[in-house]
């Protein structure tokens, strides 16, 4: 659908473009990607720490999934629609489409806030403080003795 050159000159402009393309491609698809080789990674780099609640990670997927795909769903309509990008619409015509695409902006939030405790629980505040911190011994240290 977005090889067609009549289609995308009338979409182009729109928020068509931001929603779908980049809501759902780098919001869900990257992010997802990533947070799921956190999810993974994070046993393996902390010497076996269990996960503080794999129930707050279900929930942080369901919140990211869904509010990514509505974000960029309702967007997209809003596009479909004709909403113009970096245009101010005074009138309240896409109004309805950009309050849902607020609330599912919320869900994002509120997923990634879930992620975010579940990892300081996960690490301590110390452990989280700790990654930004300096390491204190030299490399020559960190290589086994022979």
């Given amino acids: 659908m977005q090889a067609d050159v009549g289609l995308n000159r009338i979409l182009h ?4 473009i931001v929603g779908p ?4 491609a780098i919001l869900v698809g990257l992010t ?3 947070y799921a080789a956190i999810y993974l990674l994070l046993p393996i780099l902390t ?3 269990k996960l503080y609640s794999q129930k707050l990670a279900n929930l942080h997927f369901w919140f990211h999934l869904l509010g ?3 974000m960029g769903a309702f967007m997209g309509m809003a596009g479909l629609k004709g909403m113009l990008r970096r245009t101010l619409y005074f009138n309240g015509e ?6 849902l695409a607020l609330v599912c902006g919320g869900l994002l939030l509120i997923g990634f806030l ?9 690490l301590g505040v110390e452990g989280v403080i ?11 240290d960190l290589v086994p003795a022979e």
């Fill in 114 to 122: 879930l992620f975010f405790f579940n990892i300081v629980m996960t």
């Fill in 130 to 140: 700790g990654v930004f911190k300096p390491v204190k011994n030299k490399n020559k």
């Fill in 13 to 16: 402009n729109t928020q068509w």
């Fill in 68 to 70: 990514g795909i509505g």
């Fill in 47 to 49: 010497n076996g720490a």
């Fill in 94 to 99: 896409y109004e309805l489409y950009m309050i």
């Fill in 21 to 24: 393309h980049v809501h759902v």
């Fill in 32 to 34: 997802m990607t990533l």
